[in-house]
C-alpha cells in the first residue's frame, strides 16, 4: 500500500510516493502559479497525480496534503493562506473527485509534525513538538500518538505567541512575537540593523553560487568568527528559548523536533536556547525532555504520505 504526499508551497508543489515504512518511491513537483488562481492548480495537481497512478495504480491508496495557512482539516478547506493569497479554498472535495482517491489535508507544520513521529522517531514518543524554523514559524504537535488541531483546527501557531511585549512588528500584524525574532525574515533585519557592509559580507561569507546575504551567509561569517554574527545567532537562539520553555511547560512533550533552514545554524544558536531552557525554575519537564534537529528538507511531504495512509487505513 503506498500513499501520495503533497506539498503546497508558495513557489512549487511537491508530490511524492511513499510506502508505509516511509520509503521514498517517486517524486515530481511542478511551480504552484498561486496567481492563476485554485481552479488552474486543482486541474495541474490533478494531473500530476494521474501520471503518478499510471506508474502504481492501485497500490496507491490515499492521499495526503500540506498547505501553509489556516486550514480546516476536517472539511478540507484552506481558509486563508497568505503565501497563496487564496481565501476559503476547498481542496480535498475536488481531488478526491479528479483522482477518486480519499484526500486528507492539514497545516504544513502538522504534516511535518507528522513526519517527525513516523520517520525521525519511528513513533517512540507519544508526545512531540515540532518547529519549523523557515521564514516564518509553524509548530504541529502529537500528542498521545495523535495529532493535536484544537478546537477549530488551528492549534500550533507557536510563531505568533508573545515573547516580548510591544516589541518587534510581526508579519501577521502584531508585535513581539516569535517569529519576529526567530524566523529567517526576522533574523536577516537585526542583521542588516548590525551589519552594514552587505557586500563585503557576501564576498567572504555566502555560498558558491549563491551569492546573497541570508542565513547561510551568516552561518559561515559566525563559523569564521565575525562577532556580529554570532551576537545575532546567540540572539535568536535566546530568545528561541523563551518561546520553547513556555511551550514546553505547557505540552511536557517527550521530545521537541527542530527543522527547516534555520535550524541549520545550530551550532551558533543552540548553546543560548538550552542555555534558557536550564535557567527555568521548574526544572523537571526540561530535564527530561530531548532536543532533536532534523535535516530531512521533505519532512511534510513525506509526513503528508504517511499522515493520509494512516488516516485512510484507518477509515
Known amino acids: ?18 510506502n508505509r515504512a516511509g520509503k521514498l518511491l517517486a517524486q515530481d513537483r511542478f511551480k504552484t502559479e498561486a496567481e492563476k488562481g485554485p481552479r488552474a492548480f486543482l486541474k495541474r495537481l490533478g494531473a500530476a497525480v494521474d501520471s503518478l497512478r499510471r506508474d502504481y495504480g492501485r497500490q496507491l491508496v490515499s492521499i495526503g496534503m500540506g498547505a501553509a495557512g489556516d486550514v480546516d482539516p476536517e472539511r478540507g478547506v484552506l481558509r486563508f493562506a497568505p503565501n497563496l493569497r487564496w481565501e476559503n479554498v476547498s481542496l480535498t472535495g475536488p481531488l478526491e473527485k479528479l483522482t477518486k482517491l480519499p484526500c486528507f489535508m492539514e497545516n504544513d507544520a502538522n504534516m511535518a509534525a507528522w513526519g517527525a513521529y513516523e520517520i525521525e522517531l519511528k513513533r517512540r514518543y507519544e508526545d512531540v513538538l515540532t518547529l519549523t524554523l523557515g521564514t516564518g514559524i509553524g509548530s504541529g504537535m502529537i500528542l498521545g500518538g495523535k495529532l493535536y488541531h484544537g478546537a477549530t483546527g488551528t492549534a500550533g501557531e507557536a510563531g505568533h505567541m508573545k515573547i516580548e511585549p510591544g516589541g518587534r512588528l510581526c508579519g501577521c500584524g502584531g508585535r513581539g512575537c516569535l517569529e519576529a525574532y526567530c524566523g529567517s525574515r526576522a533574523i536577516m533585519a537585526r542583521a542588516r540593523e548590525l551589519i552594514k557592509d552587505e557586500a563585503a559580507m557576501i564576498r567572504r561569507y555566502a555560498a558558491p553560487g549563491k551569492e546573497r546575504f541570508n542565513t547561510i551567509c551568516l552561518t559561515n561569517a559566525a563559523a569564521a ?6 551576537r545575532i545567532w546567540e540572539e535568536t537562539g535566546t530568545f528561541l528559548g523563551r518561546g520553547l520553555a513556555s511551550l514546553i511547560l505547557m505540552l511536557n512533550p517527550g521530545c521537541v523536533v527542530l527543522t527547516g533552514g534555520v535550524s541549520r545554524a545550530r551550532k551558533w544558536f543552540l548553546p543560548a536556547m538550552k542555555k534558557v531552557l536550564r535557567e527555568q525554575q521548574l526544572k523537571t519537564p526540561f530535564s527530561k525532555v530531548k532536543i532533536r534537529i532534523s535535516d530531512d528538507a521533505d519532512l511534510g511531504s513525506h509526513g503528508a504520505a504517511l499522515f493520509g495512509l494512516d488516516r485512510a487505513l484507518k477509515a
Open 1 to 18: 500500500m503506498l500513499g501520495i504526499g503533497i506539498d503546497i508551497g508558495g513557489t512549487n508543489t511537491k508530490l511524492v510516493v511513499v
Open 225 to 230: 568568527g565575525n562577532p556580529a554574527a554570532r
